[in-house]
């Protein structure tokens, strides 16, 4: 997906494939193309009005500003193979598949994290919310306890909305308070940071918030490992280094692995000024969970 000159650096994709194949991180066959999400599966979280305007390009001139994206069928595919792909990771961790994929309990999806996106509407970069979609698609298959960690620097809205009258669903952000978005439904848990937020008072706050987290006894964990908390992103205002994003990686997925849990992780935000930045930083967080034996998909 090509969408021109646009902050939102879609060329982030393939250099983190060509970076984690060329590291030796993961070899070719560890990599599973995703199918799109089929609209049935759009609609578990999506109005189908919404759905409706979206797949005939009726989007009106408002939304797509508020989407900060362009509307053509090509854009549409994307997003579809990106939900696509968080869905087929949700599947791999959890241990069903269609296709009788053997359990894996972590799953990368080299992409997704698009938690702005809202029943009715897209906003942020975010047409569909990925996340949201595939833990419906677990709730489906009776697996109901979910636990989301959403670390981008911004909050979760769309996600956080969705969510917001399901008990079985625990939607934690940790983002930059005074940045997008302005109205930030509320989460279970929310940390708002201070600008200028540092490494040392960044991971303080996770480690307090992760026994939280994992209190209401989830059945599977969803984490939105966010490159833009870095202290050269050009939409973050945090101050992370990246060592810093790396020790964040490790305690959230140490954390779900110590609990013997399935983890499911997407890439989110990162908008650094050089898109080498934020490609290491997301191979970085592949690196991590490499330590715990890999599935890639994207
Ligand atoms: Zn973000």
Not at 12 to 26: M, N, P, T, V
Not at 146 to 169: S, Y
Not at 173 to 190: A, C, E, I, T
Not at 216 to 228: I, K, N, Q, S, T
């Amino acid at each position: 997906m090509d969408i021109g000159l646009h902050v939102f650096p879609t060329s982030k994709y393939r250099l983190i494939h060509a970076g984690l194949l060329e590291s030796g991180l993961i070899r070719p066959s560890d990599l599973v193309e995703p199918t799109p999400a089929t609209w049935d599966e759009l609609a578990l979280v999506h109005t189908s009005e919404y759905l409706a305007r979206v797949r005939d390009g009726s989007v009106t001139a408002d939304e797509l500003a508020q989407l900060e994206l362009p509307w053509s069928p090509e854009i549409v595919e994307g997003f579809r193979a990106m939900v696509g792909g968080t869905v087929k990771a949700a599947r791999m961790a959890c241990g069903f598949d269609e296709s009788g994929i053997r359990p894996s309990k972590l799953a990368i999806h080299v992409g997704g994290g698009l938690h702005h996106a809202f029943p009715n509407h897209g906003e942020g970069f975010c047409l569909f919310n990925d996340v949201a979609v595939a833990v419906r698609a677990l709730q489906a298959h009776g697996i109901e306890r979910i636990a989301i960690v959403d670390l981008d620097v911004h909050h979760g809205n769309g996600t956080a909305f969705i969510f917001e009258a399901d008990p079985r669903v625990f939607t934690f952000s940790m983002h930059q308070q005074h940045n997008y978005p302005v109205w930030k439904p509320r989460g279970s848990l929310d940390i708002g940071l201070p600008d200028g937020t540092r490494d040392q008072t960044y991971l303080g706050h996770l480690e307090q918030a992760l026994p939280a987290v994992m209190a209401g006894d989830p059945e599977c964990v969803f984490y939105l490992a966010g490159a833009d908390p870095y202290e050269d992103d050009q939409l973050g205002g945090l101050q992370l280094t990246k060592q810093g994003l790396r020790e964040r990686d490790r305690m959230v997925i140490d954390t779900v692995r110590g609990a013997g849990l399935p983890l499911v992780i997407t890439l989110a935000g990162g908008y650094a000024r050089n898109v080498e930045d934020t490609v290491a930083i997301h191979v970085a967080t592949v690196e991590e969970a490499t330590h715990w034996g890999l599935e890639a998909s994207g």
